[in-house]
């Protein structure tokens, strides 16, 4: 017995639904509908942003398989940038130098007034690791109290100046 | 009763029994009216939707059971369809893009209307009363044919609504619009073997549902 004639008295029975017609006049009516709505419309309405999304990015093949080239090629650059071999000088850390912070702080940058003795100094000390005294001063414990530092900062901190 | 005409018009109107590949319209007479609609030529489109409009209600309306919610989305299908046309490039028939367009609305209509809606059926042709299968199928039963047809239409479609969305339309597809099993697939997007699978347990469950017809 074949597939369909298992079924046949199925399919005699929904041979039935192809005489369901519907009033006459009744498709004419839908296609006058359909006309009236488009003609309602601007011509280049999309239905929907995601529609109109993808209707921009309708690419074809070639320009696809072109997009697709260059994001393979873009990553597998990326890949391989991320994992070349560095050399022994990139992997060293940079030493900080006094410069960095005269920099960064105003405050150690303009110690002395410019062409002075102490600043032509101070300006040669300013690539000397950071690890050195700052720009010649150190922190030493004991703080020199004054009337404006006086219960402010504690009192066995102080920085001395050369 | 309406006008009378032979079982082989009827076919032939509604274009249902009809594989698609016996078309009697050249497929590049679509193409140019396809092109013709995508540069906004109402008139081509017209005559688009003159050739499919009778196809597309047919399966929404056996998707649906309602006259009324078949209209609503025959037009919606054509509306979406018109603003979709830039899209299509014409890999498929046109065809077969208009009837997934069309089955994805029927689809998405079916799961938002949860509840059980009142069918509201199309009339049966005069034709069907003398058509010798049904005529041997309900001529045991009643002699009232008329009532007992329009009983049998009724237990049709309720039987056709218990059956899940995916193997309604395989049955609407194939067993009353007469398409081929690989239209369907391409319609469906998937391959011949899910196409038969799924018209084989339809049919299952129909001859259950309809056990009182069946031998």
Redesign the interface.
């Known amino acids: 017995m074949s597939f369909d004639d298992q079924f046949k008295d199925v399919q005699r029975l929904l041979a039935l639904k192809r005489y369901e017609c519907p009033p006459p006049g009744h498709l004419a009516r839908i296609a006058r509908n359909i006309r009236a709505t488009l003609k309602t419309e601007p011509r280049d309405r999309q239905s929907t942003w995601w529609d109109a999304l993808l209707n921009q990015l309708d690419l074809g093949p070639a320009w696809a398989a072109a997009l697709a080239l260059a994001v393979a090629v873009a990553y597998f650059y990326g890949w391989t940038w991320s994992h070349r071999a560095q050399t022994r000088a990139e992997f060293a850390p940079a030493i900080p130098t006094q410069r960095w912070i005269a920099d960064a702080n105003p405050f150690w940058s303009t110690p002395f007034s410019s062409g002075s003795e102490r600043a032509a100094r101070v300006h040669d000390q300013l690539d000397r690791p950071s690890i050195y005294p700052i720009l010649g001063m150190e922190p030493v414990r004991g703080w020199r109290p004054s009337s404006n530092t006086r219960g402010i900062v504690p009192v066995d901190y102080t920085i001395r100046s050369p | 009763m309406?006008r009378g005409v032979s079982p082989t018009d009827?076919?032939a109107t509604?274009n249902?029994?009809a594989p698609v590949e016996s078309e009697p319209r050249p497929a590049e007479q679509d193409d140019a009216l396809v092109k013709r609609s995508q540069h906004?030529d109402?008139d081509a489109?017209?005559e688009l939707?003159?050739r499919y409009?009778?196809r597309v209600?047919s399966a929404l309306?056996?998707m649906t059971s309602s006259?009324e919610d078949a209209?609503d989305l025959?037009?919606e299908t054509?509306?979406?369809a018109?603003?979709?046309l830039?899209?299509f490039k014409g890999d498929s028939s046109f065809f077969t893009w208009l009837y997934r367009i069309a089955i994805n609305k029927a689809i998405n209509f079916l799961k938002q209307r949860k509840n059980r809606h009142p069918m509201s059926?199309?009339?049966?042709?005069f034709?069907?009363e003398h058509?010798p299968?049904?005529v041997a199928?309900i001529s045991e039963k009643t002699p009232r044919r008329e009532a007992a047809?329009a009983e049998?239409?009724a237990r049709?479609?309720e039987a056709?609504q218990k059956l899940s969305e995916p193997h309604r339309l395989v049955?609407t597809l194939h067993?009353?619009q007469g398409l081929p099993h690989e239209e369907i697939g391409r319609i469906m997007d998937c391959n011949v073997g899910t196409v038969?699978s799924r018209l084989?347990y339809a049919?299952?469950q129909?001859?259950a549902f309809?056990a009182d017809?069946?031998?």
């Open positions: 309406r009827v076919a509604l249902q029994s906004g109402l489109y017209d939707v003159r409009r009778e209600y309306y056996h006259r209209s025959t037009q054509f509306v979406k018109f603003r979709a830039k899209s059926l199309d009339d049966l042709d034709n069907a058509d299968d049904l199928l047809l049998l239409q049709l479609n056709m049955v067993d009353i038969r084989f049919r299952q129909l001859q309809l017809y069946v031998k």
